[in-house]
């Protein structure tokens, strides 16, 4: 089984693209999470209050962060 490139794969969602030589740049959102209702909703739905959020995005955003560290090459 070979390896897909990210541009092949996803080629009919992307608008263009942004080529540099140290690091990569992607956007999107996720379509139920793009608006304050659809959000609200969510966080509701998973017993999360609205003012919690900055608490429960931040285990959240501090996994992402070491995967991304672990994944990174270094110079």
Known sequence: MGTELFTEKYREAMDGI???Y???ILTGSV???SYAQGMS???YGHGIRIF???QFAQSLREQICANTESLAPTC
């Open 31 to 33: 379509q139920p999470w």
């Open 41 to 43: 909703g969510y966080l």
């Open 18 to 20: 942004l080529q540099c």
């Open 52 to 54: 919690d959020y900055v």
């Open 22 to 24: 140290d690091r990569v």
